[in-house]
């Protein structure tokens, strides 16, 4: 497609149970990055992906938290036993390698509801 | 740690007044600086960035920032704002050599008629 599309683009879930949410960036982007954005805050990172290089994690929240990327496609990022504090809109966004001299395009994101 | 601060939670203008959004940021280099527009049902989109250079940055529907070492600001201007700016703003930063970004809070604009 045209632009970063994510799936599902709503999704409401009971606590405890496990969510996945999936990217699909534009093609040939080889940079991927998931971000949070709670109401109301700015985004936070969570995980970034560069071709085959080993992901940046640093900004997953818990244990709970994680992501794969296969190759330069898709990525899923899985939430396990979410909580209500896991509610926020998950953003995707991809770029042709890295932000500099690349833009970042965004997803319209994953709005999550934890109940 | 790099922190963005965006001291407006919410501004409104009217139609084809001026408009500036403030950001200032912490970090002892000087980082790469960017600016995001977020509309109603819209994922992110970019405005503008600094790199290097001049200071004053061009970008996209008219806008405009300048990046003030001394002040460790990136302020966003446009002289004269439409009703289709409304919208959230994002600044971000992202350290030298770092491909995460960093955003502030996000500053609301309010078009009034």
Sequence with gaps: GAGVSQSPSNKVTEKGKDVELRCDPISGHTALYWYRQRLGQGLEFLIYFQGNSAPDKSGLPSDRFSAERTGESVSTLTIQRTQQEDSAVYLCASSLSSIFGNTIYFGEGSWLTVV | ?113
């Design chain 2, 1 to 113: 740690a790099q922190s963005v601060t965006q001291p407006d939670i919410h501004i409104t203008v009217s139609e084809g007044a001026s408009l500036e959004l403030r950001c200032n940021y912490s970090y002892g280099a000087t980082p790469y600086l960017f600016w995001y527009v977020q509309s109603p049902g819209q994922g992110l989109q970019l405005l503008l960035k600094y790199f290097s250079g001049d200071t004053l940055v061009q970008g996209i529907k008219g806008f405009e920032a300048e990046f003030k070492r001394s002040q460790s600001s990136f302020n966003l201007r446009k002289p004269s704002v439409h009703w289709s700016d409304a919208a959230e703003y994002f600044c971000a930063v992202a350290k030298q050599g770092a491909q995460k970004l960093v955003f502030g809070q996000g500053t609301r604009l309010t078009i009034n008629p």
